[in-house]
């Protein structure tokens, strides 16, 4: 058991003027952990994510992550130039739109590829060559890969999406409603293969979702938000089967059962 | 070498904060210990809190007070206190459990699911696989069903799948929550047999067995949950 935490977060406050986006959240994200951060439409668990992702700056607290060279680093005391190659190698984030975090004009094998341009990749055999291996681990056949994925379905561009996140190894993915715009049977097919993807390559991820169920099968730990407080939080299984708040009571006995 | 399980005075209770906020105690002081090699079962009628005990144990429902121990790689975890990483890895290495109903993930074959606990453990895939198929053998799974993902297998069959899952490892601690409970006679044997064979791996185990033959074959001790139920307190 790795004894360093990857992120440590401390403090995070978002003020929108005066309303709040998300209030006070600490905690620490170890290497390997998948954290789902559910609650319901405008409890900030959006912000949140987004403050983490230094997609947005927060109001207050730090976070510090842990580089591959073992030193934390302030990620609100980076430069932009060094958070974004942060973004394009170390990091992914895959959004619940495919089309905000595809380049929809461009091929699906060059939407792969340039994240391995970013971090150095000029070969331009083997960066398809990657490309093509990772359009098969996301069940995409090779011979699209120079379709555009504005050809793709919906199902098909987040996976695509999710391949060119993934190609660069990074070790921290931030993923906001992966599962948001799809039908059920792709659901299924996109959460067994992120489920495999995240245990077969150790990554820590951090999943913003309204879908307990999606928590549940992705996540080892959960927080539960609430007007942009975290009111409750533990062991995924623990907080869904025996939930102590009433607001997460609410939540868990609001599912719907097939 | 210390004893597995020790539990020491653990209180629970539920509050239902959508009614009302009534408060419902599920049981009262529970204070025990299982030895290795050792089964215990747990005894006394439905809704007393049998299964909610092996959920306090496994870290699934929180606790009230008292302190659940285990011995996790000779060192002394407090599962009551534990934080979710820590249970995650005694659930991995120290304390398996075999529930009631299988919970599947849609589209991984049931030989997968079995062999799962071991590739979490860093067992390499294919000898996993080797192990799932022989305990899916041994518990009479159709072979037709081993690639096929268990969402629509019979209750029984699921029943099956989930008692190799919880088998595989080597664990030191098992929880059994009826795992013989929609099984056939025949299957029900498997079963006994195997659990035989983990005492004789020192394997310390507490189970709920309303079957009365494998509970007479299995038991070393049964434990009174009545005793710790605080309705009984009230009534007395």
């Not at chain 1, 050809?151 to 190894?169: E, H």
């Not at chain 1, 820590?204 to 996540?219: C, E, G, K, Q």
């Amino acid at each position: 058991m790795s004894e360093t935490p990857l992120l440590k977060v401390s403090g995070v406050s978002k003020f929108y003027g005066s309303r709040i986006g998300c209030q006070d959240v600490s905690f620490d994200l170890w290497p390997g952990e998948v954290l789902a951060i559910v609650g319901e439409s405008g409890s900030g668990k959006t912000t949140l994510l987004n403050c983490l992702s230094t997609r947005l700056m927060p109001s207050a607290g730090s976070v510090e992550y842990r580089m591959r060279d073992g030193n934390f680093r302030d990620l609100y005391h980076m430069s932009e130039a060094e958070r974004r190659f942060l973004m394009r190698t170390d990091w992914g984030f895959v959004h619940q739109n495919p089309a905000d975090g595809l380049r929809m004009t461009v091929s699906a094998g060059a939407n792969v590829g340039e994240r391995l341009m970013a971090v150095g990749d000029r070969h331009y055999g083997k960066i398809r060559e990657t490309a093509t291996d990772w359009l098969g681990r996301v069940e995409i056949s090779a011979d699209r890969i120079d379709d555009q994925p504005r050809a793709f379905s919906g199902g098909m561009r987040q996976r695509l999406q999710i391949a060119r996140n993934l190609v660069t190894g990074p070790r921290l993915v931030f993923m906001d409603e992966p599962t948001g715009g799809l039908d059920v049977s792709v659901q299924a097919r996109l959460l067994d293969l992120v489920r495999g993807l995240v245990n077969d390559l150790g990554l820590s991820a951090i999943v913003v979702t309204h879908d307990l169920a999606v928590a549940r099968l992705l996540s080892h730990r959960m927080m539960v938000m609430k007007d942009g407080h975290v009111i409750e939080q533990g062991l995924t299984d623990r907080v869904l089967d025996d939930p102590r708040e009433p607001y997460t009571q609410l939540l868990v006995s609001s599912i719907l059962q097939v | 070498m210390a004893t597995p399980l020790v539990v020491s005075e653990v209180s629970k209770s539920f509050i239902m904060h959508l009614r009302d906020g009534i408060k419902l105690p599920v049981v009262n002081d529970v204070s025990s210990s299982v030895a290795g090699g050792e089964c215990v079962v747990l005894g006394g009628p439905s809704g007393i809190g049998k299964s909610s005990i092996l959920k306090m144990l496994y870290g699934n429902y929180a606790v009230d007070a008292g302190q659940i121990l285990v011995n996790h790689r000779e060192k002394i975890v407090d599962i009551a206190a534990a934080d979710p990483r820590t249970i995650i890895e005694v659930r991995r290495h120290t304390m398996g459990y075999v529930s009631q109903f299988l919970r599947t993930v849609p589209r991984v074959a049931a030989v997968d699911v079995v062999a799962e606990p071991l590739v979490a453990r860093g067992i390499d895939a294919a000898e996993a696989k080797d192990k799932a198929v022989e305990l899916l053998a041994r518990l009479n799974l159709p072979r037709e069903l081993w690639s096929l993902p268990p969402a629509t297998f019979s209750g029984g069959e699921q029943q099956r799948v989930n008692i190799a899952r919880g088998f595989i490892t080597s664990h030191r601690i098992l929880l059994l929550d009826e795992p013989t409970a929609s099984l056939d006679a025949t299957n029900r044997r498997v079963v006994i047999e195997m659990i035989a064979a983990k005492k004789a791996e020192g394997v310390a185990m507490l189970g709920i067995f309303h079957d009365e033959e494998v509970r007479e074959a299995v038991a070393d001790r049964i434990l009174d949950v009545s005793a710790f139920s605080p309705r009984k307190a009230v009534a007395a």
